[in-house]
C-alpha cells in the first residue's frame, strides 16, 4: 500500500508540472502575440498567468521535497523527483521570458510600427516548437524526442545573431529607428533564452529516463 500511494504521489506531482509547462507555453505565446500586434491587453493577460506560474512553481516545489524527504526515493524514481524540480525553475524562467517580452510592448505601445528586417514570428514559431517537444518528451518519458530539441537549438541560435547582426546595422544606417531596433533585439534573446531553457528540460528528461547527463556534451567534444 505505501509504495501505490508513492506512484500516486508522483503521478500528481507530474499532472502538476505540465499544468504549470502549459502555462508557460501560454505565456510565451501570448507574449509574441502582443509584441507582434503592439497589443498592450495582452499584457495584462500575460501578468496574471506569471502570477500563477510563480504559485505553481512553489506548490511544485513543496510537492517534489515532501516526496524526497519523506519517501527516500531511490534510482529512477529519485532521477525522476531531481527532474521535476529542474524543470520547474526552467518553467518558471520561460514565464519570466515572456514577462519581460510583454514589458518591451509596453515600451513600444506609443512608438510608431515599422518594418523591421527579421522575423521574430518564426522564430517564436520555433522556438515554441521546441517547448512542446520537450513537455511531450516528459508527458511520455521519451528519450528519443527529448534528442530532437537539442538539436533544434543551434537554429535558434543562429537566428539570434542574425537578429542582432541585422538591427545593429540597421540602427546604424537609420538611427531614427534605434527604439523599435533596439527592442526587437532584446525580445529575440528573450526567445533565445527560452529556447536554453526548453532544451534544459529535455536535458533532464534524458537524466530522467536513461540516467546519463548530457549537460555540456558538445561543447567538451568540441574542446577535445
Known sequence: MPRINFQQQLVALKDKLLAMAALSQQALSLSIDAYLNNDGVLCDHIKEIEEAINAAERDVDEMAYDLLAKEQPMAIDLRFILSVIKINGDLERIGDQATNISQRVQILENSPSIALPIDISEMGEKVGVMIRTAIQALLEADAKLADTVLAMDDEIDDMNRTVQTELIDLMQRSPEVSGQALNAIIVSRNLER???????????????????????????????
Open 194 to 224: 527560452s529556447a536554453d531553457h526548453a532544451t534544459n528540460i529535455a536535458e533532464d528528461v534524458i537524466f530522467w529516463v536513461r540516467g546519463s547527463d548530457v549537460r555540456h556534451k558538445f561543447s567538451l567534444a568540441q574542446a577535445e
